[in-house]
């Protein structure tokens, strides 16, 4: 039922992404993550928790509104979510299993480590154990991130600028810098209230070696990544985030009156061309 779960960096906060392949919009609750520090055993406080789910990706986003600056403090993490409390839309718990103490996981082993408020986080999904239903079956990897208006090209999104909606962010395979038909694409999805989120998954990448790049929209001017792409190394079960792609508005170039190389001749002058020709050879006008 999971697909993977990340822990990274964005937009000046940490989250923890988690990708289904089925719906479980219904009974997933902020509750529905744990995060424990192994070295002591302290749980993080539930209540500092938010949770935000996209049915038509099946991603929840958690975050931290109740932590300072939406940032976890420095420790390690064990990232665990609840098969008794996430099910899908015929009921079925999601596949865990049970520890010492008699409560039911459906991930229990996902490790990172937090070491500064700006890292990103590569995290491993648990080695597809069948017991965690990890991956579907597939070992591959996969990277995320966010697409967003870079108003004052700072390279950076900051507060106030929006994220950007079915922008392509697609693996680079033959390198002409051009999306083809054949390359893996995802479409940047999201919006929570007023706040456009712009994020992206680009899953199922087999192990190798990557050009992460996005279809600049029409109308727009890449600002970052310096470069125009990502170059990543991707392992199996392996998610790489914060790959982040940022674009301002092109302003249409200002219209420029154009004078006229000389003014128009004028009513009465204009009148002599209009007629028969007439010869006036005394100059009386008549």
């Known amino acids: 039922m999971v697909q993977s779960v990340s822990l990274d960096f964005a937009n000046g906060r940490h989250q923890v992404t988690a990708i289904f392949n089925e719906d479980v ?24 928790y938010a949770v935000r789910y996209d049915s038509l990706k099946n991603v ?19 990232i665990r979510l609840r098969s008794d409390g996430i099910t899908d839309a015929a009921g079925n718990h999601l596949a865990g299993n049970t520890d010492d103490t008699d409560e039911t996981w459906g991930i229990d082993n996902v490790r990172v480590s937090v070491a500064g408020v700006s890292d990103t986080v590569v995290v491993r999904s648990d080695q597809n154990n069948d017991d965690h239903d990890i991956g579907n079956g597939s070992s591959n990897g996969q990277v995320a991130g966010q697409v967003c208006q870079d108003l004052n090209s700072n390279g950076r999104r900051d507060p106030g600028e929006q ?5 392509v962010v ?10 083809d038909p054949s390359e893996p694409f995802a479409l940047s999805f999201g919006v929570v209230g007023s706040q456009i989120l712009g994020e992206y998954h ?13 279809k600049v929209p029409a109308g727009y001017q890449q600002t970052s990544p310096s470069g ?8 199996n079960g392996t998610v790489i985030a914060s790959l982040d792609f940022g674009n301002r508005p092109v302003t249409p170039p200002e219209l420029v009156p154009v004078s ?27």
């Open 228 to 235: 125009g792409g990502y170059f990543v190394t991707i392992a």
């Open 25 to 48: 919009s219904r009974s997933l609750t902020a509750d529905d993550l744990v995060l424990i520090d192994p070295d002591t055993g302290q749980i993080l406080d539930s209540n500092s």
């Open 202 to 214: 680009l899953t199922n990448l087999p192990a190798g070696a990557y050009s992460i790049r996005e």
């Open 170 to 179: 697609y693996a680079d395979l033959n390198g002409n810098i051009a999306q």
């Open 60 to 78: 929840a986003v958690w975050t931290f509104p109740g932590l300072p600056d939406g940032r976890l403090p420095q420790a390690n993490y064990q």
């Open 260 to 286: 006229l190389a000389a003014d128009p001749a004028p009513a009465q002058e204009l009148a002599t061309h209009i007629g028969p020709k007439i010869s006036d050879e005394n100059q009386n006008a008549k």
């Open 163 to 167: 994220g950007m909606l079915n922008v």
